[in-house]
């Protein structure tokens, strides 16, 4: 759909805003608050219809929405005293008021990410029971599904089924296979919430509608002191979840097609399953695979994304045939990704990535935050944007990397995340803790280089040196040169601060 107004053209499949001809980069909830104003137009739109809409309900300030207004203003040429698009009708809302060329229903949710492909699954949040046998808990259960249900709508890795639909089974018998058949979803999730005085079980179930096999299940027990914050707590964490889950699923599911019969979604796939690799051959797979994804769907945005973190991982590995021609396809292919869908989480968090290979903190910032903000249960950003900030000296940084921790236990880049978990505490001078994470990362991934040298380090600052020469010998093991080229390593961009790095590791020279 595109709409016309002033000097502007609006397109919501492209998910872009051009002014005078000219493409306007605009942040997401910018884009979705306009578009959602602009479908319509024809009435006052509250307040609370633009946090629902816009924001899938999470509670946001008054400054907040204000500061969103101004700048769809600002995007589209009107400002707060001429309002000659965005007029605010004082103690009811906001009304797009410009003249404009289109026609359309409004988009169901406006903030949700952009149409995913064709070939991805649907899945179902059924509204939790209420086992506590008291009616007027049925608002925590209720509560939670609905929760679950916008955090899964921001990963934007599957089309998620809308509550409306998965609410018509609440409080009925009906096997898992029908509701599927019904609702065109191919997993479903279930789940019960048991309260008793102060003490919260909650207990979710995925299932594979087709075949009704269980693919993932967890129990919780909680205390509660704040029932809404222990609500938001575990709907995160069982969004952050189920989104792998179903990735893991998908993939055993597409590896029995024939070469023949695949579909971008299953090159995808297949592509994210090599990343896992992290070595030479597992980057150049995943590569290939998402390039084949490209080709047969030119505007899937996440294949563009991770086509981008498979140059990030050759960076990091060290196997970059030319660093300047790998930084500059990282970020060629993050900046399509963040353009195809703008909504997308994952892809800004790539677009930072790419920004903090260049040194280019400022930026790399405002992307991991945009990510963050996207989608607050996703680890990956909340360890992206750590990282950044513990490079560029913010005390943030770790406190953030540790509370990415305790989304995904079980995240394949968990070893990834534990390394430069350590690495930021050697800066800071805890050693200890820093041995602590980088044995963690090593017990998942015994072969990881990165570990084994910032180990290597925090137990040479502790004087426990025939421990770092042996964590030093097991890093030239999984990857020979390793610590010769990491001899001048200075990811703190500020004087002074990585000398914690170099400084740890004099026994190092004959590796050298």
Known sequence: ??????????????????????????????????????????????????????????????????????????????????????????????????????????????????????????????????????????????????????????????????????????????????????????????????????????????IDATTGHHVWGERYDRVVEDVFAVQDDISRKIASIVEPALGRAEYVRSSAKQPDNLSAWDYYLRGRWHLHDYTREGNQKARAFFERSIALDPEFARAHADLALSYSRDLLLHFAEDREVWMSSLIDAAQTAVRLDRASSRAHIVLSTGYLWRNQLELAIKEGRLAVELNPSDADALHQLGNILDVSGDSEGIPMMEKALGYQAQSPQRHMQLTFLARAYVNRGNHARAVDCADAAIAQRPDYPHAHYIKAVALSHLGRLEEADAALRACEDAHPGFVRDRAEWTPYPHAGAGNQLIAGLPNAERFR
């Open 1 to 206: 759909m595109k709409y016309r107004f002033l000097n502007c053209e609006l397109d919501t499949d492209r998910q872009e805003l051009t002014v005078d001809g000219r493409a306007r980069a605009v942040e997401p909830q910018v884009f979705s608050l306009l578009t959602y104003l602009v479908a319509n137009r024809d009435r006052v739109v509250s307040r609370d219809e633009l946090n629902e809409a816009v924001w899938h309900g999470r509670i946001v300030s008054d400054e907040t929405l204000s500061s969103r207004i101004s700048a769809a203003r600002k995007a589209i040429g009107d400002n707060g005293r001429e309002q000659v698009a965005i007029r605010t009708v004082a103690r009811r809302g906001f009304r797009f008021v410009a003249e404009v060329d289109g026609s359309g229903e409004a988009p169901p949710s406006a903030g949700a990410p952009a149409a995913p492909s064709a070939d991805r699954p649907a899945v179902a949040v059924l509204a939790f029971g209420n086992m506590s046998g008291d009616a007027d808990q049925e608002y925590l259960s209720d509560g939670l599904s609905e929760d679950i249900i916008a955090a899964l709508l921001l990963w934007g890795s599957f089309p998620v089924v809308s509550r409306n639909s998965s609410f018509a089974y609440k409080g009925r018998f009906v096997d898992v296979k029908q509701i599927g058949r019904e609702l065109g979803a191919r997993y479903v999730l279930e789940g019960s919430v048991r309260r008793i005085a102060n003490r919260l079980r909650i207990s979710a179930q995925l």
